[in-house]
Structure formats: C-alpha cells, structure tokens
C-alpha cells in the first residue's frame, strides 16, 4: 500500500510531463488539465500516506534495491577497504512525509493557480510540461534515500528551474537571468558533489540514515567532518540562495509568477534547507561547520531583509524576503534546532507561495511589477488579492496568531539560546522584515488610484475560480499549520518532528510585538503618502541609496571576479590549451606519424622489379620460416 | 643407369629452369623477356609434376592433368599480359619496365 503511494506520488507528475509532450498540436489545449489533474493525485496520494503514518509509528522505513557496486580494486588504493555499495531506493520517515506534503499540495494550487495565470500564453503546453517535470524531480529529491540519488534529483531541479526562469527567452533579462541561476547552482554543485564523492570513499555509505552523529565522529577525524560538511553546505548554499550565492535568486523573478510561487520561493528553494535537517548528522558532527552555516546564514538574512526594503519590484521584494526568510532557517539549523528550520521552511512555504500569487493575481491584473504602479492603478480594490497579501505579509511578520510567528518566535529563541550576537541579527531581521512588509502593504493601500487604464480581461468562471481558490486555500493552510506548533493542536508538527514542546516565551513575544509595532510604525511614517515617497526616493542621492541600489556591490564583485580571474585564467587554460595539448600532444603525434609515413614511403620507388624482389625476399623468408618450424618439431 | 631414370636429374633441370627465370625477372628490363622468364618458372613447376609423377605416385595422370592445367593458366596469363604490354607500348613508345612508373608519387 505505501508503496503504491509512494510511486504514484512520485511517477504521476512525470507521467504528466510525457503525457504534455507528447501530446498531438490538436489537444496541447488539454495540457493544463492533465499537470492539474495528476499533480491533484500525487497531492492525494501523500495526503493519504500522511493519514496512514499520522500516529508516526514504524518510521522510517525504506523501500531500497541495490543499485550498483564497486570492486576493491577500482577504488582509491591508501584507503581502507569497506564494502562499497549503493542503494536506490525511497526513504519514508516523518521528516520527509512532511515535506513530501508541503511540495504536493503546494504544486497542486499552483498549478491550478497558473491555469488562470497562463490562460492567454501561447506555450502554455511547454509551461505545464515543464512544471510537471520539476514536481517530479522534486519528489524525487524529497524521497531519496541517499545523497548521491538527491544529487541527481537535485541537479534536475536544478534543470527545471533553469528551464522555467528562462520560459519567456525571447526577453534578454530572462535568457540571462536563467544563465546566471544555472551556472552559479552549477558552482555550487561541484562542491557538493565533491563532498558526495569524499564521503563515500572515505565512510563507505552515503545513505541517510547511516549518516548519525555518533557513527560519523567515531569513524571519522573532526577535520575531515568538518570538510565533508563545508563541502556538501556549498550546495545547500548555491540552492537555497545563500550568501554570496544569493544572486541567481532575485534575478530569478523573470520567469513566471506561478513558478517563482513555486520553484523559486517555496520548494525547490527550500531542498538546500531540507537537505540540512535531512543529513544533519553530518553538519552536527562538526562544530566548525555547525558555526560556518550560523554565519552564513546570517549574512544571508541581513543581506535579504536590507536589499528587500529598496526595492520597487513587488516580486523583487518577495524575492529578497525569500533570501532573507532561507537565511534564518539555515540560522536555525546552524544553531542546533533542525526542527526549528523546518518548521518555519513549512510555514513559509504556505504564506510565501501565497503572497507570490498574490503578487501574480496584481500583476496579471495591472501588468506591471511595480508596486506603485499597482497602487496607482487600484491595488487596493482588488479584495481578494489584497486580503490574501495582507494574510501573508501578517504571517510573514509574525503577527499572532498567524503561521510565522509561532516557526519564527522558535527561530528567535533557538537563537537566543545561541548567542547574543545571532539573536540580536535576527531580531534586526525580524526588524527589517516587518518594515519591508508594511512598506508594501502601505504603498498599495495608501496610494489614491488615479485611474483603471487596464480593461477587465474576460475572464470565464472557471479561470476565476482557479485564480481565486489557490489563494483562499493557501491562505487558510498557512493560517492552520502554524497553529500545529502550538498547544492548540498539541504541538502536533514539532512532536512530529521529534522536537520538544515550546511554550509561549512572554519575553520574545513582547519582543516580537515590539519591532512588529516599531517596523510598522516606521514604514507608516515614511510611506503614508507613497506619491511624496517615491518623489523623495527619487530625489535622494545619498550613499546609502547607492549602495542599496547596486545590491551591496555583490554583482559588481562577481563581476570583477569574472572579468579579471575567471577570464584571465581562462585563456591562461586556452593557451595552454594550443600551446601544449594542441601543439605537443596532438601535433607531434601526427609529425611523427607522417615522418614514418615518409620514411617508410622510399620503399615504393616505382621500379617493377624493386617490388618484385621484395616478394621474393618476403616469400622466401616464409618459406625458410616454415621448413625451419617443421624441421624444429620432427 | 640412364640419367632420365633418376629423379634427381629432373629436379636439377627443374632447378635451373627456375633459378633462369628469376634471374630473367629480376634482371631483365623488358618486359616481354620478363614475361619469358615467367614463363620458364611455370614450366619449372610443371615439370616438377611430371617428374614427381612419374616416380612417386601410383595414379599416372595427377601431375599430367595439373600440368595441362598449368599450360592453360600460362597461355591464359600470357594473353592477358601481352596486351597489357600491347597497350604500353602504344602508350610510352617502349616496352622498358623502368618507364612505367605512373603510380610512383
């Protein structure tokens, strides 16, 4: 029976992507259909294997086959030999049940939510096709059993992704944007797959749930750990957007809405942390590592939360509030609490997947990004969009009682326990959080709407349904899972995650009210009036506003990077390229080969019987070869 | 005893034929003494089969038939390579070895 869940889950939105491709031009308009239609089952399936484990008993259980082995021989020679095998196979444990979940569900209203999105595309087909394609390996990465089958998954993740952002690549920013995300993941992934490599020369296993804390130190001297660990956090930083890595992840909002909703905020995003809780036994083993991915991460989190409050982009906002959002969760884990970092990577998946099609639902209406375009076009008499925005910015801040604030108060005091440093970055975070939020929300509900320059589009009832649905679900879900981690439900998600029960700490809390009332009131009163806001934006000048804009100068870095290292040592690589491989290697090979040729050609001198003597000489030869042969034997 | 009987005296002639008719072939730049020299070394070989023939086995006719056979192949070969020589000399004006050198290069 779970297994039967478990491959619909994970077979049905591949079947979904042949199905779209190889549909015939006369039905590609069916394609919509069939990803939603097959992404509801795989949403289904986990449910009902949810159902089935709720009481969380016989966990984890694994359903492997070997997959391949390797002789003693081919391997590293100094080593000690184990046994070298590898599995394939999926693993079920509450840790990915959850989370399995949260990437059905998500995909099945987004999904449902694109149909509305995409109606006027052309490519819809390719879209859906594409979107199918990355639930698939997306499941495949969360059902993984080992490192090296997440890898793989997790480079075809990758793929979509690159795929998706650069789905409009006739627009040069998207092509480019696309470009970037791919090789900076790429960067990443060598790391990663390096630390893949190592760990299994040197442990001998890479599965999951062999990677234990206790194994793995006792195996293993601390500084290899500790490499082992940096290394396979490089992937984890390239795909969860962490600092310096960060950059693909804003520039990403080129794609469409619905994938940024999807990909780019709440799963694909979201791996590198799953990953983190996933073989926390090999970060935890390290205490170096431990620190390394507690500073990162708050770099990341300043980093998001600063840049999120210049921008005008609503998707950029979101986008670097992602950034920000990923950087605490990996705080979280830097700090010892997996559970903490995965309950807020599912509380945020919910609110931030619903605040991008927020951000969808307007910008398919006013056909602009730009917040204060949208504010002057009527933001603010969309209700729909506008309540779920406001639904989302609340949980977003932490407001009580909605789902941020309980997975961020744990984050708080995780970190609190930590050290006084991190907890003080994250309450600056939750700080700039809440400013960039009501800067927003005040933008769009402030602004007078001058005038409605876009006609409706004719929608029928059932785009409007798909368009209104995803919200008013997703905005419900991310009310009710953050309540799972309170006494209410009985601290049901963190018990499921094997985490101790937290009560309500009176000091955060106060805390917490108190920088959502100060964010608040700070961006009241820069923004109560956007227009002189942005006139005053506009005007000013000064240093900061310049740093802000070019992003902390981190493009600018790379850019550096790229012109004078990358480039310089890439055509130190071609010359040595022409000079010694071409040159040497390949050229003289083939001088020696046409001196011999030469050489050897003064034979043919064109004289009848110059060749005829040779045939003499030749046959003679054979003949004394043979009587001396015989004769030897008799 | 009549040296005619002995199958020594066969194979020296054999022999000779043999060593004429490579001498002929290597040394000889025209090509229809070359062709005569060919010529002395098949007979060479025939002559060989005749005398086996004649001294070792018990059938009689072996080493005749294989000879007509070879007479044959010779008469055949030679048609073929005397035109050849034909066309050569209508093409060079000589019928030296050393001239036709075409595929040289």
């Known amino acids: 029976m779970d297994l039967d869940l478990l491959w619909t889950i994970q077979l049905s939105p591949l079947l979904a992507f042949l199905l779209i491709t190889l549909l ?38 694994e359903y492997m086959r070997p997959w391949f082995e390797i002789s003693r021989q081919s391997l590293w020679p100094f080593v000690e030999i184990q046994n070298y095998s590898l599995s394939v196979g999926f693993l079920v444990d509450r840790l990915n049940l959850l989370m399995i979940m949260v990437v059905t569900t998500i995909t099945f209203f987004v999904q449902l939510f694109s149909f509305y999105y995409m109606a006027q595309d052309e490519s819809r087909g390719r879209y ?44 040069p920013a998207a092509a480019d944007a696309a470009r970037k995300a791919f090789v900076i993941n790429r960067l990443a992934d060598l790391g990663f797959y390096l630390g893949i490599l190592l760990l299994f020369i ?111 982009d609503i998707k950029r906002i979101l986008a670097y509030s992602t950034v920000s959002q990923l950087g605490l969760m990996v705080m979280a884990v830097g700090a010892g609490s997996a559970v903490a970092g995965m309950f807020h990577l599912t509380t945020h998946a919910y609110f931030k997947s619903l605040l991008f099609l927020t951000a969808g639902a307007f910008i398919h209406r006013f056909h602009t990004n730009d917040i204060f375009e949208i504010a002057c076009g009527g933001g603010k008499k969309e209700l729909l969009p506008l309540g779920a925005l406001l639904l989302g910015l609340a949980s977003l801040c932490g407001v009580f009682p909605f789902a941020g604030f309980f997975s961020k108060d744990m984050i708080l005091e995780v970190l609190r326990e930590r050290g006084v440093i991190f907890y003080g970055i994250s309450i600056l975070v939750s700080f700039l959080t ?18 409605t320059r876009h006609g409706k589009h004719h929608e029928t009832w059932v785009s409007q349904i798909s368009g209104s649905v995803p919200l008013v679900m997703l905005g419900a879900i991310s009310v009710i899972v953050g309540l799972q981690g309170t006494s209410v439900f009985d601290f049901k998600i963190l018990r499921w995650l094997g985490g101790h029960e937290t009560h309500l700490n009176i000091q955060i809390l106060w805390t917490t009210t108190a920088l959502i009332v100060g964010g608040a009131l700070t961006a009241f009163f820069l923004f109560r009036d956007p227009a002189l806001a942005e006139k005053r934006l506009r005007e000013d000048q000064g ?61 043919q001198t064109g004289f009848l019987q110059d060749y005829l003597t040779w045939a003499l000489t030749a046959g003679l030869a054979v003949l004394f070869w043979t009587i001396h042969l015989s004769s030897g034997k008799l | 005893m009549n040296l005619s009987d002995s199958l020594q005296s066969y194979f020296f002639i054999s022999a000779a034929l043999l060593g004429l008719g490579v001498f002929g072939l290597l040394m000889r730049r025209n090509l229809v003494a070359m062709l005569i020299s060919l010529e002395l070394i098949l007979n060479s070989a025939s002559l060989n089969f005749v005398a086996l023939n004649r001294f070792c086995l018990a059938d009689k006719s072996l080493g005749q038939v294989f000879t007509v056979f070879i007479v044959a192949l010779a008469a055949a070969e030679v048609c073929i390579a005397l035109s050849l020589v034909l066309w050569l000399y209508r093409k060079k004006e000589s019928i030296n070895v050393e001239d036709a050198n075409e595929l040289k290069n």
Do not use: C
């Not at chain 1, 859906?128 to 993740?157: R, Y």
């Not at chain 1, 992840?249 to 995003?269: K, Q």
């Not at chain 1, 290697?585 to 080969?593: E, F, P, Q």
């Open chain 1, 202 to 312: 040197l442990f001998g296993t890479v599965d999951f749930l062999k990677l234990e804390q206790n194994v793995l130190t006792q195996t293993l001297p601390a500084s290899t750990l500790t490499i082992l660990g940096l290394l396979v956090f490089t992937g984890v930083m390239g795909k969860s957007a962490q600092f310096p890595f960060h950059v693909w992840l804003p520039d990403a909002m080129e794609g469409p809405t619905p994938v940024s909703a999807l990909i780019h905020s709440a799963t694909m995003v979201a791996a590198g942390v799953f990953l983190l809780a996933r073989a926390f036994g090999l970060f935890a083993s390290s205490q170096t590592t431990l620190l390394v991915i507690l500073i990162v991460g708050s770099l990341t989190a300043v980093t998001g939360a600063v840049l999120a409050t210049v921008q005008r």
């Open chain 1, 128 to 171: 859906f096709g594409f979107l199918s394609f990355f639930s698939f390996a997306m499941t495949g990465l969360v059902l993984s059993s080992n490192l090296l089958q997440t890898f793989l998954f997790w480079e075809l993740v990758g793929l979509t992704s690159y795929l998706l952002i650069g789905f409009w690549y006739q627009k």
């Open chain 1, 434 to 451: 809440v400013y960039y939020s009501s800067r927003l929300l005040f933008v769009i509900l402030f602004s007078p709407a001058r005038e």
């Open chain 1, 24 to 61: 015939p031009k006369a039905l590609k308009k069916t394609a919509p259909m069939v990803g939603i239609g097959l992404a509801l089952a795989a949403a289904l399936a986990s449910l009902k294997l949810f159902s089935l484990h709720a009481d969380g008993a016989g966990m984890p259980q």
């Open chain 1, 543 to 603: 240093i900061l506003r310049r740093v802000l804009e070019r992003k902390l100068f981190i493009d600018d870095v790379y850019q550096f990077l790229v012109k004078k290292v990358v480039l310089k040592l890439a055509s130190l690589l071609d010359w040595f390229d022409r000079a010694f491989v071409n040159g040497v290697l390949v050229n003289r090979t083939s001088y020696l080969i046409l001196g011999v040729g030469r050489w050897l050609s003064r034979v």
